[in-house]
T-cell receptor, first 113, second 111 residues
């Protein structure tokens, strides 16, 4: 049973470009969470999605950031017009229905030049 | 302080010693989880303790939860060099809800 998969593992973008981060949850999991981690800090919640629905986006910046979890395919975290402050590690986690434990992917490390 | 604050921020011990780290939080919770993160890697789930539980064990790990003090502790017994990592506590206010993480405790186990 493959774990949570994220790609790419590393992503370099120049200021103003778009970044797309993908997350495939564990098999059978229908809940996806995105978190951001700045260097030497803990993870900060961004958004919680179920298939085709955004359940909680209270941690998402108001502009430039969006997330989706379509009926088919991975969840996507999209950052438009990236700025240097967006440089961070972005982690995706998944859980099953009614499950409390969240299982994390290896993360995507975004570097904005 | 923030929800899920760990103490100490850093810990250096010799192999074979025990490592204890604490986590405090502010709001009521449904469960509290501990994760380990090796440098530059993802998070590995260690243990989950629910609000109606006081203590849980898993291998060399022992977790306690005191909801009256809004605090939890993680004890690693007989530490090994491979235990070197950052350890984070995370709280959930409801089952299946988002996790709120603390800043972590960086543990160095010297061989």
């Amino acid at each position: 049973n493959a774990g949570v998969m994220q790609n790419p593992r590393h992503l370099v973008r120049r200021r103003g470009q778009e970044a797309r981060l993908r997350c495939s949850p564990m098999k059978g999991h229908s809940h996806v969470y995105w978190y951001r981690q700045l260097p030497e800090e803990g993870l900060k919640f961004m958004v919680y999605l179920q298939k085709e629905n955004i359940i909680d986006e209270s941690g998402m910046p108001k502009e430039r950031f969006s997330a989706e979890f379509p009926k088919e395919g991975p969840s996507i975290l999209r950052i438009q017009q990236v700025v240097r402050g967006d440089s961070a590690a972005y982690f995706c986690a998944s859980s099953g229905t009614s499950s409390e434990t969240q299982y994390f992917g290896p993360g995507t490390r975004l570097l904005v030049l | 302080s923030q929800q899920g604050e760990e103490d100490p921020q850093a810990l250096s011990i010799q192999e074979g010693e025990n490592a204890t780290m604490n986590c405090s939080y502010k709001t009521s919770i449904n469960n509290l989880q501990w994760y380990r993160q090796n440098s530059g890697r993802g998070l590995v789930h260690l243990i989950l303790i629910r609000s109606n539980e006081r203590e849980k064990h898993s291998g060399r790990l022992r977790v306690t939860l005191d909801t009256s003090k809004k605090s939890s502790s993680l004890l690693i017994t007989a530490s090994r060099a491979a235990d070197t990592a950052s350890y984070f506590c995370a709280t959930a206010q409801a089952a299946g809800n988002k996790l709120t993480f603390g800043g972590g405790t960086r543990v160095l186990v010297k061989p």
